[in-house]
């Protein structure tokens, strides 16, 4: 199991009542795509959020996250939140919630042409 399961079910129950949700696995993890656009995601034992690069300084005081870094890159507008701080619904609610004020704002990826 390359990511938490019960991790996963928490965060799509949260979001089953959502217009356009899709679920897709990549980068060894799932990710919970919201409008077209990535949202969330279950990597491992830590949930992947993209959020508005300017709520960063207002989340110094939170435990539990990190900036996401890939290929030793941080990435912008992507943060890691580890399990052992959303044990709590409503605390997992808070965090889900900073990504889905984000999403109508965060640009979509440029969708690669499909193949003949």
Known sequence: MSYNEYLANRIAEKL??????????MFSGLIFMVNGKMCI????????LRINPETL??????????????????????????????????ELDYWINLALE???????SKKKAKKK
């Open 57 to 90: 300084n207002s989340l110094m005081d939170k435990d539990g996250w990190e900036h996401m870094t890939m290929g030793g890159k941080q990435m912008n507008s992507y943060i890691l939140v580890s399990e052992d701080v959303i044990n709590q619904n409503k």
């Open 102 to 108: 984000f999403n109508p704002l965060a640009k979509a």
């Open 41 to 48: 995601g279950v990597m491992k034992d830590k949930i992947m």
């Open 16 to 25: 089953m009542n959502l217009a356009n949700v899709e679920e897709k696995v």
